[in-house]
């Protein structure tokens, strides 16, 4: 999981939430609109039905207006009261073909048939009806749905009774039935009295219409309610009476294309209305189709429950509405899913972007570029995570910088330090020397002097003694010569063993120059050596022992004679170095040059390239002195080239000044 | 006739000392030898000296310390030291101390041979001034015409401070007595600086022996005395007047003047 990068794993989550909600508002709004359409369609069939109720109830009153008012009519009262048979049939068929009632029956005051419209040769048998009951007893008219027997029918004439009769076709979820036919039929049946001119009932007029493949209703219903619209070939709408279970009129077509006549409700149906008298509304699988359905009992005039009205609207179209809004949704719901995730993608970029920028930042502060800095692009925390980032960097590379500066002056001071120490430590080795071999030379010095001055006096006092011309007084001057060598060298090495402070004196450096350049005059003429002063006479009185510095200017001198031997330029100057407070006298010969291998020797005592001729002393006693009076020599050299060497001197010391101007 | 000169060297090396008693032997002259200070002590008590020569660096006893015993005995033994090799300290201290003058070892038989016989008129004056001394009131007859301010190093040299403080430089008397005779001299340059007990000037004796001139005060040579470099007698003649020979500037008086004696002409 952890390579998968920031970017991705946002767009990931952001779309599975997106996705996630997306099918929950799918799922509940499939489901909300789902049951909004079927209960929609529920309530329209509700309401389909109570049109269909205002049909049938219209066509009741139809039947019942035209029985009352043709019991009122004249004639009636008339021709019942002179029993004129012939005129009231006549005139009884008149209006029943005129009104299409199915039959239109006189009956007099005991219940017996006066006249029927269809069949004028069958009268005086009893008529026991309900309806008729009713009237006799309350004397107002009635309409009413009534079975009428199969019997009763053929009495009222011609082909009812076959129009009633009615094949039970087998229909699957319909409740068993043992019979194979219905016979009786259902009938709407309307009954008024018939008063004669004292007002005294005379007789009962009963008119009705037989339901059983009478398609008037269910089709006036369709086209009132559904204005005969089709969903793929079907009717949408549909009504039927049932007589019982039994469908006796109905728009619902079987699958040949006939209605549906003579197939039954189910028994789930039945149950609840026929058996409990309670409506039915909801799907219902009608013949052969799923329709939303709504039943409602027909009940006779005694409340006896004896079919049922409906209406049903095929579900299909609801069904594939219902379907084309789910998959608009769903649809919607997918095209949200990546649209979503498209602007999760690119806000997700939008976020990711600066921790990019961040983690690259961060990845070179790591790397010590501390001077990279985050652009600030937005208000939001990003952009103050960046400032502060920015703020954060700075603060580091100012720190950095004040550390590496420190350190930077810790390192140059230590190595300043360090170069102080060991120029102090090479000092302090080279007095070491010096006094560790002062020492040792004097010891020396001391016990040769002894021998030498017996050897002296001796070689002397026999010199003494032999005439001029002895041939042994050449050998024993080499002695006494030879002695006087060693008795020069004893003498230096003494010297440079003293340790006695030096007497210094306001002395005039230039003076003690020109008093040492006259002594070597001779030598350095000997030496074809040519000599070059420049002498500073603003140079200002220092304390020095003159004595000592001629040592040393002798000693520089001679070993610049000794670099030249076939001749040479020795440049001596002197300066002031105000800033050092240092009198610096130099002495640049154009000799034969030191060596970089003894350049760092030739202030060891005894070191020396001259092999006879030079005892080593030269210069580090010239050291000692110079230290001795707080200054230094420096010594540059090239081979071939020739040698600088510089004594300086400090020219701050004036106490003989003081002492001077004190008097 | 005189008696023998009686001469005492004193170095703890027999080779040394036989060598320097050779050098020296001479008509009329007692060398004896001691090989250290106790024995000098020992030997200067049985013989009385006239002139000791003593090394200075000796183990047990130091030359310093025999010259200081013999100088409170007997203050007019002349003692001459002998050192290794001279520095300005020894050569100071052992003058302050009484020594009448230093030799840097090694030396050659004349080098010697001039410093003694430089002791042996030194030691002759010390006779001599014995003698006057048994005739008193002859230190009061002073010449009256003797220069004020006078300071010396003993036996060596003179210094008069001059009205506007410049210091005059000669030579001591006993100095000249003990050389005879002077052929010529040795000057320093003009402007030249000195140091109180630098050599300062160079007078070769007529025998052609070098004495060295210590400088009894520090300074910077302001003039010589030109007229001498034609006649040095007068130096011998006159050496408290025309017989001067350095004018210095002095570069810190008070302090050099605690380490002089006071001048007192006899
Ligand atoms: N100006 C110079 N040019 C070339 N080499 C020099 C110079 N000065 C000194 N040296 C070298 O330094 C060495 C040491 O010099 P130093 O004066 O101490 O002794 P020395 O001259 O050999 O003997 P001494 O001075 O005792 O007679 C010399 O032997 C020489 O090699
Ligand atoms: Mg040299």
């Known amino acids: 999981m952890r390579h998968i990068s920031i970017r991705t794993r946002l767009v990931l989550s952001f779309s599975i939430v997106i996705l996630v909600g997306v099918l929950l508002s799918a799922f509940v709004g499939i489901r909300l609109i789902g049951n909004t359409i079927i209960r929609q369609a529920q309530g329209k069939v509700r309401l389909d039905l109570n049109s269909a109720w205002e049909v049938y109830k219209g066509q009741s009153e139809n039947i019942k207006d035209v029985v009352r008012l043709t019991a009122v009519r004249f004639f009636m009262k008339d021709a019942v009261s002179k029993n004129d048979r012939e005129r009231l049939w006549r005139e009884l068929q008149k209006i029943r073909e005129s009104e299409s009632l199915d039959i239109l029956t006189l009956i007099d005051g005991e219940g017996r048939v006066l006249v029927r419209a269809r069949r004028p040769d069958l009268f005086g048998d009893p008529l026991d009806n309900d309806i008729i009951e009713y009237v006799l007893i309350n004397e107002r008219e009635i309409v009413s749905t009534q079975i009428i027997t199969e019997e009763q029918l053929q009495k009222e004439g011609g082909d009812l009774a076959s129009q009633a009769r009615m094949k039970l076709i087998p229909t699957p979820k319909a409740k068993p039935r043992p019979e194979a036919e219905e016979t009786s039929g259902m009938m709407i049946i309307a009954a008024a009295p018939v008063y004669d001119y004292h007002g005294d009932l005379i007789g009962i007029l009963l008119g009705g219409k037989l339901l059983n493949r009478d398609y008037e209703i269910v089709d006036r219903v369709k086209d009132i309610v559904y204005r005969g619209e089709t969903y793929q070939g079907k009717d949408i709408g549909t009504a039927t009476i049932f007589q019982g279970d039994l469908r006796i009129a109905t728009n619902v077509l079987r699958e040949d294309g006939s209605r549906a006549i003579g197939t039954r409700v189910s028994e789930e149906v039945y149950d609840q209305v026929i058996g409990q008298g309670a409506p039915w509304i909801g799907r219902a699988f009608v013949v052969n189709d799923w329709y939303i359905t709504a039943y409602e009992p027909i009940k006779s005039l005694q409340g006896e429950i004896i079919g049922m009205l409906y209406v049903g609207m095929l579900e299909a179209p609801y069904l594939d509405l219902r379907n084309r809004v789910l998959f608009i949704f769903l649809g919607i719901a997918l095209l949200s899913v990546i649209l979503l995730s498209i602007i999760a993608y690119f806000t997700t970029a939008k976020v990711v972007r600066p921790v990019r920028q961040l983690l690259f930042a961060t990845e070179k502060v790591a790397d010590g570029n501390l001077s990279h800095r985050l652009p600030i692009q937005s208000r939001d925390e990003m952009g103050q995570l960046a400032a502060s980032f920015n703020r954060m960097t700075e603060e580091l590379q100012k720190a950095t910088e004040g550390y590496h500066m420190l350190t930077r002056t810790l390192e140059d001071k230590v190595r300043e330090k360090t170069e102080e120490l060991k120029a102090t430590q090479d000092q302090l080795i080279q007095s070491e020397k010096l006094t560790s071999l002062g020492k040792l030379a004097a010891g020396i010095a001391h016990e040769i002097n002894n021998p030498l001055t017996s050897i002296l006096i001796n070689s002397h006092l026999i010199a003494e003694k032999l005439k001029s011309d002895d041939r042994f007084k050449e050998n024993l001057e080499l002695i006494t010569d030879e002695t006087a060598r060693c008795s020069t060298i004893v003498k230096g090495l003494l010297e440079f063993s003293r340790q006695t402070q030096p007497e210094k004196r306001l002395t005039d450096v230039n003076k003690v120059v020109d008093k040492t350049l006259l002594l070597l005059r001779s030598e350095a003429l000997a030496h074809k050596v040519r000599i070059h002063k420049a002498l500073d006479s603003a140079l200002p009185d220092i304390m020095i022992d003159g004595n000592k510095i001629e040592q040393v200017f002798t000693n520089v001198i001679l070993n610049a004679l000794e670099a030249m031997p076939t001749g040479g330029d020795l440049f001596i100057s002197s300066r002031i170095l105000s800033e050092d407070q240092l009198v610096a006298v130099s002495f640049r010969d154009s000799g034969c040059g030191i060596s970089q291998e003894n350049i760092g020797k030739i202030f060891d005592p005894f070191f020396t390239t001259k092999e006879r001729t030079g005892t080593g002393l030269g210069l580090s006693v010239s050291y000692g002195i110079v230290q001795q009076h707080g200054g230094r020599i420096e010594v540059q050299s090239q081979m071939e080239k020739g040698t600088t060497v510089t004594i300086l001197l400090p020219a701050n010391n004036t106490r003989g000044q003081n002492s001077k101007t004190g008097r | ?266």
Not at chain 2, 109 to 132: C, F, G, M, N, T
Not at chain 2, 146 to 157: G, V
Not at chain 2, 167 to 183: N, P, Q, W
Not at chain 2, 225 to 249: A, F, H, T
Request: proline residues 6%; negative net charge.
């Open chain 2, 1 to 266: 006739m005189q008696a023998k000169v009686k001469i005492l060297v004193v170095d703890d090396e027999l080779p040394v000392c036989r060598s320097i008693s050779s050098a020296l032997e001479a008509e009329g002259r007692l060398i004896d030898t001691a090989l250290g200070g106790e024995e000098a002590l020992r030997k200067e008590e049985e013989n009385e000296y006239d002139i000791m020569l003593v090394d200075l660096m000796m183990p047990g006893m130091s030359g310093m310390d025999l010259l200081k015993a013999v100088k409170e005995k007997r203050a007019e033994v002349v003692v001459v030291m002998i050192t290794g090799y001279p520095t300005m300290d020894t050569a100071v201290q052992s003058v302050k101390l009484g020594a009448f003058d230093y030799i840097p070892k090694p030396f050659t038989p004349d080098e010697l041979r001039s410093i003694v016989s430089r002791a042996l008129e030194r030691r002759r004056l010390y006779e001599q001034k014995i003698a006057s001394a048994e005739k008193p009131g002859e230190e009061e007859s002073a010449e009256p015409g003797l220069p004020k301010n006078l300071y010396c190093i003993p036996d060596h040299c003179w210094a008069k401070v001059e009205g506007d403080g410049t210091v005059r430089i000669g030579v001591h008397d006993i100095f000249l007595m003990t050389i005879k005779d002077i052929s010529s001299i040795d000057f320093p340059y003009e402007n030249e600086k000195v140091g109180q007990g630098d050599a300062c000037l160079w007078v070769v004796d007529a025998r052609g022996n070098l004495h060295r001139m210590w400088s009894p005060v520090s300074g910077q040579v302001i003039s010589i005395n030109e007229e001498l470099k034609e006649d040095y007698s007068q130096v011998m003649r006159d050496p408290y007047g025309s017989g001067w020979l350095l004018l210095i500037k002095p570069a810190s008086l008070e302090d050099d003047l605690k380490n002089l004696a006071p001048l007192v002409l006899e």
